[in-house]
């Protein structure tokens, strides 16, 4: 299981981004570490480094084109998500900004206009933090609204952050994180709803993509902490690969068969850890019969047919120790009440050493 990338064998946490004033990013950073549940940070020195969520061309956009997809999932699109591509922008202003000094507004302004630029192109939510020196500072109602209209955000998404205030930090922090999490999950709900959309309208050109948009609905569900949602889409996603194979009697080329099966292991994997996390020991036994039974027989071309003994013995393997991490939720269990009528389980099944066991000699 360590062999997975982490950003597979962890559960999605919400990425934020901030801007402005640097010298407060690590304590906001810390802070936000420190919320449930927790939000990762991608601190950005300067105002110029927005540029790097500019949207490139989305190949995903020409869903109606004939053309099929080029690879099932799309290389690194999990990672960029967990760690370059923010749900939340908040960009931090100091108070002195939004005095008379017109210059120093209209360098404000000027921020705002490039970020707002950037952003909507992505969907990106964005948040504006105010930062104070000292209470006695005050800001005139009338520029606070000016700054609200001009960055185009509510009232409850502009926070007033004095960080020399020690009774108020950790109160005033834990405000600004409980925006960024309010504004990063009606950013994945949206994202989610946009490929639903795409599945839904059923004019996607090709199998392939089918099984990317669900794999991706439930990444995004699994980022607001949706379980059942993402389970019901990575679950779709597995299916509808299968059909992949199961639409012709001629098996595909190596290298296919190899991402088909890279495929469904990760998407069985997710879909183990979702059952075993919420107690659904018997669910998730069953679901490593299937994937067993599914590809047992799909070795492939005989110059292949050792990378089809490895890729067994691995699913044998990691579906042990996933077990053995969920041995909490299993302990005290009767395998004889977890067992269905319609497929009886053996006892053997519900422990680890047993897939530790088969996985050797395979």
Known sequence: MEEYPEE????????????GCPELHPLISTHFLSEQPPINTLALPDFSKISLFNKKR????????????????????????????????????????LAADPAHWLQLCSHLDSI??????????????????????????????????????????VVVLNPNDTSELKQTLHRLASTISELAGAFYREEGRRIKQRIEKKNVSSVELIVRYCFKVAVYAEFRSDW??????????????????????????????VEIKSISEQLHFKISTLLLHSGKVAEAV????????????????????????????????????LLETSSKI?????????????????????????????????
């Open 8 to 19: 597979l064998r962890t559960p999605p946490v919400t990425l934020a981004s901030l801007v």
């Open 58 to 97: 989305d190949p995903d956009s020409t869903a109606t084109s004939p053309s099929p997809a080029l690879g099932i999932l799309k290389r690194d699109w999990l990672l960029k998500h967990r760690t370059k591509l923010p749900s939340v922008l908040a960009a931090l202003f100091p108070s002195h900004h």
């Open 116 to 157: 707002k630029t950037v952003i909507r192109a992505r969907n990106i939510k964005f948040a504006v933090v105010v930062v104070v020196q000292t209470n006695a500072d005050e800001i005139s109602e009338d520029r606070m609204i000016a700054l609200r209209k001009r960055a185009e955000v509510d009232a409850k998404h």
């Open 228 to 257: 059942t949602e993402a389970l019901k889409f990575y679950e779709e996603a597995y299916h509808t690969l299968r059909e992949i194979v199961g639409v012709t009697t001629r098996l595909p080329a190596v290298q296919r068969l």
């Open 286 to 321: 069953m679901w490593f019969r299937q994937h067993r039974n599914a590809y047992k027989r799909l070795v492939g071309a005989p110059e292949g047919i050792f990378l089809h003994w490895e890729w067994m013995s691995r699913q044998f393997l990691v579906f042990g120790e």
């Open 330 to 362: 299993i302990q005290g269990i009767s395998p004889i009440i977890l067992a269905t009528s319609s497929k009886p389980l053996t006892e053997w099944e519900y422990y680890s050493a047993y897939y530790y066991q088969v996985s050797t000699p395979l």
